[in-house]
């Protein structure tokens, strides 16, 4: 028997990460069966069960491949000389997770399944780990880009860097759910949101 090759064996982890990933974000996690994800991804039971044994692996395995995606970007950035400004950068990895996650998807139901995988975390200690590690890992990321806005001048250093680092996680979560819930959330809305914030300045009080 010809062996199979690592590109193959890859492909088809994709394959059914990407199926399953549509499947979710159109019907939802819970009313979604491991039957209609071999339905989209057609392939057999076997071929799909070689991968993952069900649904809360299939959805631990995005969740934790969307914070990598994530983070590299941050980290990136953070090499970068200056490194890209908030507003820019949250804009650049906003659109990769939301709206180049499910090609020709639906931005709206990828918001609403990122929803309900935080809500899973609340009844799956595994998937909470997952996401645990994902948001320590977003965490330091964005703490990175802090030092390297602080060495290029361009933010004081009176501010903690994990403060800076929560605030611009909850301004991300914050969008995927008005996104969520409300839909019609254009990316450039946090660009020009964050923009503009940025462009204040404090006046010392006497």
Known sequence: ?????????????????????????????????????????????????????????????????????????????SQSTPPPSPDVLLGAVMRIFLE??????????????IIQVWSETLRDEHLFQTLAAGYDGMREAWASLV????????????????????TMIAIAQGFIAQQALFGNVEVRVIEDGLRALMSMETQSRS
């Open 147 to 166: 030092e390297a806005y602080r060495a290029n001048g361009l933010m004081r250093a009176d501010v903690p860097a994990d403060h800076v680092a929560r």
């Open 1 to 77: 028997m010809a062996r199979v090759s690592q590109e193959h064996l890859d492909a088809r982890r994709r394959q059914i990460l990407d199926g399953a990933a549509r499947c979710f974000a159109r019907n939802g996690f819970h009313a979604t069966s491991m039957a209609d994800v071999l339905t989209e991804v057609g392939l057999s039971a076997g071929a799909v069960y070689r991968y993952f044994r069900g649904k809360d692996e299939l959805i631990a395995a995005i969740a934790a491949e969307a914070f990598a995606g994530i983070r590299g970007a941050f980290e990136e950035a």
């Open 100 to 113: 180049e996650r499910i090609p020709g998807g639906d931005s709206r139901a990828f918001a609403r399944l």
